[in-house]
Structure formats: C-alpha cells, structure tokens
C-alpha cells in the first residue's frame, strides 16, 4: 500500500487563479496592489524566498517592494522600517521575514505591523484577534495546511488530530484553527517523552517541529493523514520535510510532499490576503493603527 498525495500544487494553482482574476479587475479601474517585505538577513533560503515571492507577484500583477535592513540591525530600526510600511496607503500588506538579527526576536518587532496590513499574522496582536473570533489573518502557513486538507476533502470535524511543533507561527496558530472547525487536538514537540504514544491515534497528523525525519511509521497509526510542514536544508542546498515518506508512506491514507505541499500554498495564501484583505479594500485611506480594531477579515478555512 502506498500513501495518497496530498498536492499543494493543485490548490496553490486555484488561489492563483482567481487572484490574477481579482488583480485583473482591479488593473481595469487603475488599481494595483502592493506587497511589501521586509528583511534584515542575507541567510541563502530566505534571499530564495524573497526572490520567489518577488517573480511569484510578478506573475500576478502584484507590485512587490523589499526593503533590506543591516543584517545587524537592531530592533528599533525593523520596528521603523515596519511602522513605515504600515503607515503607508500605498503598501496593502506588510511582511518580514526572517531569520531576524541576533539578538532580536519576532516578537520584538512584529507588533509594529499594522493588523490589517499582517498578511503572514507575525504580530501577537493578529493572533489574539482572529483567535476571539474578530479581525486578523492567521499566520500562512498554519493556513495553507486547512486549504490543503479542506481542498482534499479531509474532515476535519470531530477528528483526532496531532500537532507536532509547537512554534507561534504553524504549531499554536494550528491548534486554534482546528479548534475552530470541531477537531481535538493534541500539540506534541520534540522534547515529549514517547513521542509516538502521542502521535500514533490521530487521524490526523501535522509534523512542524522543523527537525528533519522526525515522524517516521513508529509515529504513524493506519490510515492517519500526515502533513509534513517540514522546510528542512542540507549543506547541498536540498530541501526536505520533517517527515521519512518512505517509512509513513506505508501506513498512512495520504501524505504531503515537501516540496510541493504545504509550501506552495503559504506563497499564494500572502498574495491573496494582499489583494482582498482589509487594507486592500480601501487602498486610499491610510493603514489602520496597531492599537486600532480594524473592521472583520476571514480567516482562511
């Protein structure tokens, strides 16, 4: 038995669609939307990251502007470069990427995205507002895994699902997204003791720890469906997830690819919230303040 695919291609490919469809109406009327990152790194995958995203708007017809900080700047000067950004009614959504400056962390600097410009929900404040049910987008990628298994038909109501990884931008955002669509969720980590006693009945089975090969079949229960959100490099550059596809795929219904899973949809999921989120619905009006509550924004499902 081998395991199903679960392609993000496929569903990156729709999303695509229908933003060059939004984009091109937009264009029409003499509007553009405009995607702003910024970066502070010269780390290789994250420069191949920001060159992805800049063809990948390119593509779409999404302006894309970088602004590229001293690897060694401190937090006050991504918190401007950011406050800047957001401030800006031409800049319909704000991102940064990382990895950050030593000695700076996310959550130093990340509340100086303005929520409704937050298209990869990095500040706390995002978090907690569409967690209450209001405004604000979720993290991207914790998003691409529900598109991805809302778009293969898994069911998520009333499934036994594990979550391993425990990080503010896929493993805790995931817990309250499928919190929200009726499934129990357990959130394991590299550091549980018998990991597998953890992870062997669910249904559903999320690998996002970032530690490559972590979840093999010893984890796996039959017939469980594992995403691997995995973005793993080798000295040779090569990409891999955190899953061993060839000792799961035996056991499990489906399984994700990495590359062409998760990661596929993360990119498509940032441009759509661009192009139809709050502050691309009123392109003239300056940006909603951090401390403001913005009008309701759905969370991708």
Do not use: C
């Amino acid at each position: 038995m081998s395991a199903g695919i679960l392609d993000g291609r496929a569903v990156a490919a729709g999303i695509t669609e229908r933003s060059i469809e939004r984009v091109g109406e937009l264009a029409r009327t003499g509007g553009q939307r405009r995607l702003h990152i910024v970066t502070a790194t010269t780390d290789p995958s994250s420069e191949s990251y920001v060159r992805a995203l800049t063809r990948y708007g390119t593509r779409i017809g999404v302006r894309v502007t970088v602004e590229r900080l001293d690897e060694g700047a401190p937090a006050e000067t991504i918190r401007r470069a950011l406050a800047s950004a957001s401030a800006d009614p031409s800049v319909h959504g704000v991102m940064l990427q990382t990895p950050l400056p030593a000695g700076v962390s996310l959550q130093q600097v990340a509340t100086a995205i303005a929520v409704d410009k937050d298209v990869d929900g990095a500040n706390p404040l995002s978090l907690g507002t569409w967690m209450s049910g209001g405004a604000g987008f979720a993290p991207a990628t914790a998003a691409a895994v529900i598109e991805l298994l809302d778009h293969h038909g898994v069911e998520l109501a009333g499934a036994r699902v594990t979550v391993v990884g425990r990080s503010p931008v896929v493993g805790k955002p995931l817990l309250h997204l499928f919190l929200n669509r009726d499934a129990t969720v357990t959130v394991a980590h590299s550091k549980t003791k018998n990991l597998a006693a953890a992870t062997r009945g669910a249904s559903i089975l999320v690998a996002a720890a970032g530690s490559p090969g972590l979840v093999t079949g010893e984890h796996v229960g039959d017939g469980a469906v594992v995403v691997d959100v995995g973005t793993n490099y080798d000295a040779f550059g090569r990409l891999s997830g955190d899953v061993d596809a060839g000792s799961v795929a035996p056991r499990a219904a489906a399984l994700s690819p990495v590359p062409g899973g998760v990661g596929a949809i993360t990119t498509a999921l940032l441009f759509r919230n661009t192009i139809t989120g709050l502050a691309a619905r009123r392109p003239t009006e300056p940006a909603a303040q951090t401390t403001t509550e913005p009008a309701p924004v759905p969370v991708p499902h």
